[in-house]
């Protein structure tokens, strides 16, 4: 898989990546589309989330902070998005720690076509079926084989499937791979998977095979977040690195840490 | 009292510290919780800020950008939380300044149990019922003894009462502390008072006596501050630096430099 | 134009700049307020929105993610801050993208004086007249002389007009500057089209003139932006050190920096 080549599409298409999001970290979703080189645009009135769907070159979709209006909200842009063959990606936030996560969850799978459904072990197993509880919107060990887990929700919902951890995985029906960037500081910062699918989202809009197009997204994050940590000393230093890295990333520098199994 | 004790409880049991807060800060003071080692959530619906608030070891309320709906979210998270005894911080930021945040303060003191109620000097007086006007939301000089209007308001609302400010002060019923770590760069930061409510409620989460886990909070917080000026030339390196020093604090340090009179 | 003047007035004045603006970019506007000096607050509701306006010492207002709602309450806003004469910078952020943004947009100019109105170059076309596709909040290339599409909107609405972009042009019907401070590097960070309009509000908050406040906020900001590029490898280094410039800024940098043409 060509991941440089991916990048350098996002830096040079400079693809629209439409976000209705949570407002915790809304801010971070939009800076690292930007300085991936894409252009991000965050929309949540009913009156015009279609509208800017219906311009954009993905759509991401994050229940973090979510209320039923902002849920209609999203239906109507992803029904746009689907009109118009618009990758979207669901990150199912905080699904598993209340009903109506899980509930507006399972809705937006219901009724429109998601086309990756990104999450943490313990919210991708709440979406897969599974008896868990998430604990706020940190993830919970889960004792289940992982791939398993995301290839089976990938065959019954007909997309691909992102669970991020100290290794993130990303599977379709048939095939997975196993992303081993990253760096354990990620996990002091709020809001490095919400990032993780605004990035998806970014390289989905430029690249068709959208198991590659996260797989793909995920290592460059994590190759940036490995530069990151090693020019800082803490969590807030390291965030701020790793927006620089990311920025800054060359073919030379992915081609040699790339790790994709 | 062992204030590195409290800081070293929270990390280990790394507690849901549910926010319903502003939109200006929000990021902000999850991500102090989050570098403190506990596990934020803001989750503001009707529909789960009661679930969320169940599952919470603390709540933080911030008025800072409040609607009368967003208020009738936090009652319903506060009620779940006192039928818990989950310990609730009311940041009554910018109290004084209008009506409605008169008016939705007291009906949020009045109809539910708030355990720690935190502002500047100029909020604090006001929800005392002196006539202070506001500025905005930050303070303005209050001619008064503060550690009496404390004390007073503690009596008042049998809760927990926080001043902040240059020293800040706790007081309780019967005895008060005074905070005296803390640097002047603080007030050039946004959000500094309600990262200070965050940590509050961190502290509250792990440890029974709430005047002692106010007042390490926000020794805590002002070491970490003390340090970050230390190594910044300005105000937006200065708040890198606090999360990167709260991250890091260990015993010695807190044992050297903490100052609560 | 002594444009440290102004500064060093908005330091020693404080003023309360009130602002009703987007989700994403709130926290930066607000703490661009705070670090040049004033005292940002964002109060949305429509309960309050008057009343804080009516407290400020200028309004700014941002449609970047607005609802139909949100546009009722910057109305109330701008109601109570014409009264009472405090000036009011529009940022038209992604005017020409949905047509909610351009009705909206339209329905503000013309039930509410704005006094600043400001833009990037296919926003400020849309808001004009002619016939441009914004893509997201970002801006497109404009075929049209930018002075003239300026003084033409100025004249238009009896307001003062700025348009952002590699140089910035400040029109009123008479006159107009082009202010040739900035960097590259802003293009690259999400927000920075925000925070001038925060700037600007400041300015305007204590500077009669306001073209010539908006031109000085604008040369005070690409100052620090310069200042900032030369201290980073990265936007978000970059970011964090525009705050830091701001905050330093001194009369002799300024008067060896600034170009206004």
């Known amino acids: 898989m060509d991941i440089y080549g991916i990048l350098e599409k996002v830096r040079t298409e400079k693809p629209l990546v439409h976000h209705l999001t949570n407002w915790v970290t809304i801010y971070d979703c939009a800076n690292i589309v930007k300085v991936l080189g894409a252009s991000p645009v965050m929309a949540h ?43 979207i990606v669901l990150d199912v936030c905080g699904a598993g720690a209340t009903k109506l996560r899980d509930e507006k969850s399972f809705e937006l799978l219901d009724q429109v076509k998601i086309d990756v459904i990104k999450g943490n072990t313990s919210e991708i197993a709440r979406i897969s079926g599974e008896n868990v509880q998430t604990k706020g919107v940190d993830s919970v060990e889960v004792e289940k084989n992982l ?65 590659e197009a996260a797989a793909g997204a995920l290592s460059v994050y994590g190759i940036a977040a490995e530069l990151a ?27 040699k840490l790339q790790r994709i199994g």
Do not use: W
Request: glycine share 6%.
């Open 147 to 211: 791939i398993e887990l995301a290839e089976h929700l990938a065959e019954q919902r007909n997309s691909i499937v992102v669970i991020t951890g100290k290794e993130d995985i990303v599977a379709d029906k048939t095939r997975h791979f196993i992303v081993k960037n990253g760096h354990e500081m990620m996990a002091h910062v709020v809001g490095t998977g919400c990032m993780a699918a605004s990035i998806i989202g970014a390289f989905s809009a430029v690249h068709k095979d959208l198991a």
């Open 229 to 255: 940590a090693s020019e800082s000393r803490g969590p807030a230093t390291f965030k701020e690195k790793l927006f620089d890295n990311i920025y800054r990333l060359d073919r030379e520098t992915i081609e």
């Open 45 to 87: 009135a009913r009156e015009e989330s279609g509208d800017m769907a219906s311009l954009a070159s993905s759509l991401v979709l994050n229940i973090g902070t979510l209320t039923p209006e902002f849920i209609e909200s999203m239906k109507i842009a992803a029904r746009a998005a689907n009109k118009k063959g618009i990758p």
